[in-house]
């Protein structure tokens, strides 16, 4: 399964890229941001969850308790948070680098981002201050001006119903927030 989703992968990052060259003009992405992994809830698919947790056996062991660490933290604020909404920075994120880039959800590949969802055009977050698409979109009237949207929706789910993934026949299981693919006390291995 995870060489098809290799393979899968391959081919939809090949699409992205095009939609990203499409988009360039208004994209604001350079190394070194990391907005996108700041504050969230990172919708993760068991499989999805399987593969960064694959890539997290080939960190250096420091790292792997470091980011151990980060999700025992999380996992604890979680807990206090009594079933409220709970976004996090994600515990993959170490000095604004992601220490499993290569592994990254199906998530992580779209940010930054915008395409059309449910007839609407769905902008990252991060054109609410002054990066991606700010040059398209008004805060204070949500008006969005944007004359070539990507037409394709690309939330996880519907990308494993896309006609791409359903030529890897992926079985991706249940979807989550990341946070609740880590057990508690984590203990990975
Ligand atoms: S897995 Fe990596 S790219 Fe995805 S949210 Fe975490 S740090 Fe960001």
């Given amino acids: 399964m995870i060489k098809r989703y290799e393979k899968f992968l391959e081919k939809f990052d090949q699409k992205l890229e095009t939609y990203f060259s499409l988009h360039k003009d208004l994209i604001k992405c350079k190394k070194g941001c990391a907005a996108c992994c700041e504050v969230g809830e990172y919708p993760f698919s068991r499989l999805e969850s399987e593969y960064i947790m694959f890539g997290f056996q080939t960190l250096p062991q420091k790292l792997r308790t470091l980011?151990?660490?980060?999700?025992?933290?999380?996992?604890?604020?979680k807990l206090e948070q009594n079933g409220k909404r709970f976004d996090y920075r994600c515990p993959f994120l170490v000095e604004k680098t992601c220490v499993l880039y290569k592994y990254r959800g199906l998530v992580c590949r779209t940010f930054g981002l915008a395409y059309v969802a449910d007839g609407v055009?769905?902008?990252?977050?991060?054109?609410?201050?002054?990066?991606?698409?700010?040059?398209i979109f008004d805060p204070e009237t949500s008006e969005i001006t944007l004359s070539n949207?990507?037409?394709?929706?690309?939330?996880?789910?519907?990308?494993?119903?896309?006609d791409l993934a359903k030529g890897y026949e992926?079985?991706?299981?249940e979807i989550?927030?990341?946070?609740?693919?880590?057990?508690?006390?984590?203990?990975?291995?």
């Fill in 149 to 162: 949207p990507i037409e394709e929706d690309l939330r996880i789910d519907k990308i494993f119903q896309s």
């Fill in 170 to 173: 992926l079985e991706h299981g």
């Fill in 121 to 135: 055009v769905k902008l990252p977050e991060c054109a609410n201050f002054g990066l991606n698409y700010s040059e």
């Fill in 67 to 77: 980011v151990k660490n980060n999700i025992s933290e999380l996992k604890k604020i």
């Fill in 176 to 189: 989550r927030r990341l946070i609740d693919w880590f057990t508690t006390p984590f203990d990975s291995d």
